[in-house]
C-alpha cells in the first residue's frame, strides 16, 4: 500500500486556494497509486487562524469547504486525510459513517461560555465521510494558545483501509505518550499524523525525538505531513516524515517548499507492517535553515498580503545587507529597491559599499541625502534646544527622518518597508522608535548580531553577494563622528550570550554572572532590556526563528516594578 503525505503552503482564511491545493496533491496522489492522502493540521483553513475561530462565518466557510473537498475527490479512489476546525453539534459530525466506537464525542470542558470546538480531521473516501477524528493534546504554550480555542478529544480514532487500521493524531499528540499508546489499543498497525508545527532552530530534531519516544515507543510506524509556508510571523518547514516500528526515519520531505512524500507500507516475511525506505531529504546547516526559513517567511508575507513589492533603507553595514540579500532571494531583484540615505556622518565607504552591493544583486538603487531635511529640523528646533549641548536626539532625528522618507516611498509605490534591527538591537533598545523601527516587516527581528555575520559569510559561500567590506567592518550606526556600536554596548559576543541566557534560557542575573559574565555588564544589560519592552511592543512583526522570539512568546508587561535578583545593588530607573 502506498500512503502519501501532502506539504502544503497553505494560507489562513483562503479556503479556495486551500482547496484547489488539496485536490490537485489528491489527484497526483491517485495518479501515484497512494491509496491514502495525509495533509497537514487545519489544512482546510490554514494554520493558525486564531480568533478567526470565533467568528460563525469562518466555521461556516470551514464546513463548507470540506464538502467541497468531498464532492471533489468524491471519483478518486483515495482515502483523504484533512484538517478543520470541528463545531459540536454541526451537520458534519452526524453524518459520520464508519466512525470507530472509540472516537465518541466525548467532551472536555472549554472555557465557560465558549462554543464546544474541537482541531479535528475528517477522513473521506469516495464521497463519504468515514472517521472524524479530534486532538487530544492542546499546547498553550510559546506561540500556542489552542486552550483558548478548543475542546480536548478523549478518545484514540482509527479506520480500516484494505484490511489495515490505522490511526490519526494531530501534531501535540506525538508529544505525549498516551495518544499513541491509545491508538495501538484500539486496534492502530500505524499511525499518521497531520502537523502544523512551526519551525525554530533544529526543530526537526525534537519532532524526531518525541516520535520515536512516544510512537515508536509504542510499537507502531507513522507518517507525518507537516505544513510549510510563512503565516504572519511563523514559518513552517515542511521535512514532512516517516519512521518505521523501530523508530528509524526512512523517509523524509525537503524543508521549506510544498512536496508530496510518498511511502510504501508493506508487510514481509510475516511481520507487522511497516513503512518501507523512501527518499530522504539532505540535512542543512543550522545556517541553510535559518536563511530558507528568513526568505520563506518574507515571500510568504509579501506575497500572501499582496505587496507589490519590498525597499530596503540600506546603510552599508551588515544588517541592511543581509535584509537586501534575504529580499531579492525571496521577491527577485525586480521586486526591490535599496535606498541609500546618506548624512554628514556616513563614511564614503559605506555608500561605495552600498552602491557596489546593490549593482551585485541588480537591484534599483537610489540616494537621498538627508543633510536638508536634518538642517530644516535643527532649525525648528534651535529656539527650545538653546543652550543644550547635542544627545541622542540629534541622532535619533536622523533615524526619523530616514524613516519617514522610506515610509513615504512605501506610501506612494505600496512597496512594504522591510526593517533591518537584529534581536541584539531589539533586545536592548539600540533603536530608534519611529527611525530604523519603522516598517512593516522586521525581517531579522529573532537574529543575534552574531548570527548575522554567519549567514553573511553564508550566503556569500553560495555568491558573493555581499562586499567583505560590509562583513568586516566594526558596526556603526553612523548619528555622529566616529561612532562604533561598541561605544554603547558590550562586544556583541557578550551581548548576544548574555540575552540568550536571560530571554531563551529564563536564567536569573546570578546565574548569568555564575557562568562568567561580568556582574556590572549584566546588569546593565538586563536594565536595559527591562526598560526598552515599550519600543519592542511598537516594533513591526518580524519572522520567528528560535524557539523565543520578541512577539508571540514573550509576553512580559510594559508597567513592572518585579527585579530579577540582581548581582549588585539595583537604582530605581526610570524611562
Not at 489499543?185 to 525525538?209: E, I, M, T, W
Not at 515571500?299 to 513589492?309: E, L, S
Not at 529597491?337 to 538603487?365: H, K, N, Q, W
Request: aromatic share 8%; proline share 5%; with cysteine.
Amino acid at each position: 500500500m502506498r500512503i502519501a503525505a501532502a506539504q502544503l503552503n497553505q494560507t489562513v482564511g483562503d479556503f479556495g486556494g486551500n482547496a484547489q491545493r488539496i485536490i490537485a496533491a489528491a489527484r497526483e496522489a491517485a495518479a501515484a497509486r497512494a491509496r491514502i492522502l495525509l495533509t497537514p493540521e487545519l489544512s482546510i483553513c490554514g494554520y493558525p487562524p486564531e480568533d478567526l475561530l470565533l467568528r460563525d462565518g469562518f466555521q461556516r466557510r470551514c464546513d463548507e469547504t470540506l464538502e467541497e473537498l468531498m464532492r471533489a475527490t468524491a471519483s478518486l479512489d483515495l482515502y483523504l486525510v484533512v484538517g478543520h476546525p470541528l463545531r459540536e453539534g454541526a451537520a458534519r459530525e452526524g453524518r459520520t459513517n464508519d466512525s470507530p466506537a472509540g472516537d465518541s464525542p466525548v467532551h472536555d470542558g472549554a472555557a465557560q461560555g465558549s462554543p464546544r470546538r474541537y482541531n479535528a480531521a475528517t477522513v473521506l473516501h469516495r464521497g463519504r465521510v468515514v472517521a472524524v477524528c479530534r486532538k487530544r493534546e492542546l499546547p498553550n504554550y510559546a506561540v500556542f494558545d489552542e486552550q483558548r480555542y478548543f475542546a480536548r478529544g478523549r478518545q484514540a480514532c482509527v479506520f480500516d483501509v484494505d484490511g489495515t487500521r490505522f490511526g490519526v493524531a494531530i501534531c501535540e499528540d506525538i508529544w505525549f505518550p498516551e495518544p499513541a499508546r491509545a491508538a495501538r489499543a484500539a486496534g492502530a498497525q500505524a499511525l499518521l499524523v497531520l502537523n502544523a508545527s512551526p519551525y525554530h532552530r533544529d526543530k526537526q530534531h525534537l519532532r524526531l525525538d518525541a516520535a520515536r519516544a512516544h510512537v515508536a515507543g509504542a510499537g507502531l510506524p507513522m507518517l507525518a505531513a507537516n505544513l510549510v509556508g510563512g503565516q504572519d510571523e511563523l514559518v513552517f518547514d515542511g521535512l514532512s516524515f516517516a519512521l518505521d516500528a523501530a523508530g528509524e526515519l526512512v523517509a523524509q520531505a525537503r524543508a521549506f517548499e510544498p512536496a508530496l512524500l510518498l511511502v510504501d507500507f508493506e508487510q514481509r516475511d510475516g511481520a507487522a507492517p511497516d513503512f518501507l525506505p523512501g527518499p530522504i531529504a539532505a540535512a542543512q546547516s543550522s545556517e541553510e535553515q535559518v536563511y530558507s526559513a528568513l526568505v520563506l517567511g518574507v515571500r510568504d508575507y509579501i506575497g500572501k498580503n499582496g505587496f507589490p513589492g519590498a525597499i530596503v533603507g540600506l546603510s552599508g553595514g551588515v544588517d541592511s545587507a543581509l535584509v537586501l540579500a534575504i529580499a531579492v532571494d525571496a521577491l527577485g531583484a525586480e521586486r526591490v529597491r535599496a535606498v541609500m540615505m546618506p548624512s554628514r556622518y556616513t563614511a564614503e565607504i559605506s555608500s561605495i559599499d552600498a552602491r557596489e552591493m546593490a549593482g551585485r544583486l541588480g537591484v534599483r538603487y537610489d540616494e537621498l541625502p538627508i543633510g536638508d531635511c536634518f538642517d530644516a529640523f535643527r532649525a525648528t528646533l534651535a529656539d527650545e534646544f538653546r543652550a543644550l549641548p547635542e544627545d541622542a536626539t540629534e541622532e535619533n532625528l536622523q533615524a526619523r527622518i530616514r524613516g519617514t522618507l522610506l515610509m513615504a516611498l512605501s506610501n506612494k509605490f505600496g512597496q512594504i518597508v522591510l526593517t533591518t534591527g537584529n534581536k541584539s538591537e531589539m533586545a536592548v533598545g539600540y533603536c530608534t522608535l519611529y527611525g530604523d523601527m519603522a516598517g512593516g516587516f522586521a525581517v531579522i527581528k529573532d537574529i543575534f548580531k552574531t548570527l548575522v555575520w554567519r549567514l553573511c559569510r553564508w550566503r556569500n559561500q553560495v555568491s558573493p553577494v555581499i562586499p567583505e567590506r560590509i562583513i568586516e567592518r566594526a558596526p556603526s550606526a553612523e548619528l555622529r563622528a566616529d561612532q562604533t556600536d561598541q561605544d554603547s554596548l558590550p562586544p556583541y559576543e557578550t551581548l548576544d550570550a548574555i540575552v540568550g541566557m536571560y530571554m531563551e534560557q529564563d536564567l536569573g542575573a546570578a546565574e548569568i554572572v555564575a557562568a562568567g559574565h561580568p556582574p556590572e555588564t549584566v546588569e546593565r544589560v538586563l536594565r536595559l532590556i527591562r526598560s526598552n519592552e515599550y519600543k519592542r511592543r511598537q516594533a513591526p512583526i518580524g519572522i520567528r526563528v528560535t524557539h523565543r522570539a520578541f512577539g508571540r512568546d514573550w509576553r512580559y508587561p510594559i508597567t513592572s516594578g518585579f527585579r530579577d535578583s540582581s548581582p549588585l545593588s539595583e537604582p530605581s530607573e526610570s524611562k
